[in-house]
Antibody, heavy 120, light 107 residues
């Protein structure tokens, strides 16, 4: 069974960089053609796709976030990480990591979510 | 971005009722649509993909239909476990986007 678990600080100051890590078990990030993805859910419950890591190819990010997000991988730990720069209060959300089915943006496994609050 | 609009925003129903949730896309997404169920404090759970394909382990009282710009999620006989919020999501083109959600409440 594939499992994902987010970790990272729950509080970030405005203008700083948010950093979260997703630890994957039951599957290898290096194989299978999946998109390893970050999604966030705002307090008013809207969901926003942030971007994905595709080990066999390029990453892709939501253009609405401009150049603020970056997703990287640590294959030795089977983890992938999100950084989001220049955060504001509008970035306060629950952040989920998720795995897609092979080659499609269909999210079949999710982490339990990590609440990140942006506040001074 | 493709805008996804769900209706209704909230639905009140009895156990045993048949319920339909509609999702409309701002442009054609063929059948590149998924449905998710979310319960309070939990991550979304995949129910349907490719508009009408049931994910493994999802009960057969749940079904999906549609193509192009209009889609429907149907629960044929609402059970206590089905009271939750439902989201549609398109994966036809970037950026992948979600509907705003439909909350299904007990009447």
């Amino acid at each position: 069974q594939v499992q994902l678990q987010e970790s990272g600080p729950g509080l970030v100051k405005p203008s700083q960089t948010l950093s979260l890590t997703c630890t994957v078990s039951g599957a290898s990030i290096r194989s299978g053609g999946h998109y390893w993805t970050w999604i966030r859910q705002f307090p008013e419950k809207g969901l926003e796709w942030i971007g994905y890591l595709y080990y066999s190819g390029r990453n892709f990010y939501n253009p609405s976030l401009e150049s603020r997000p970056s997703i990287s991988v640590d294959t030795s730990k089977n983890q992938f990480s999100l950084t989001l720069s220049s955060v504001t209060a509008a970035d306060t959300a629950v952040y989920y990591c998720a795995r897609s089915k092979t080659g499609a943006g269909i999210f079949d496994f999710w982490g339990q979510g990590a609440l990140v609050t942006v506040s001074s | 971005d493709i805008q996804m609009t769900q209706s209704p925003s909230t639905l009140s129903a009895y156990v045993g009722d048949r319920v339909n949730i509609t999702c409309r896309a701002s442009q054609s997404i063929t059948t590149h649509l998924a449905w998710y169920q979310q319960k309070l404090g939990k991550a979304p759970k995949l129910l349907i993909f490719s508009a009408s394909y049931l994910e493994n382990g999802v009960p057969s009282r749940i079904s999906g239909s549609g193509s192009g710009t209009e889609f429907t999620l149907t629960i044929s006989s609402l059970q206590p476990d089905d009271f939750a919020t439902y989201y549609c999501q398109q994966y036809d083109s970037f950026a992948w986007t979600f509907g705003q959600g439909t909350r299904v409440e007990i009447k």
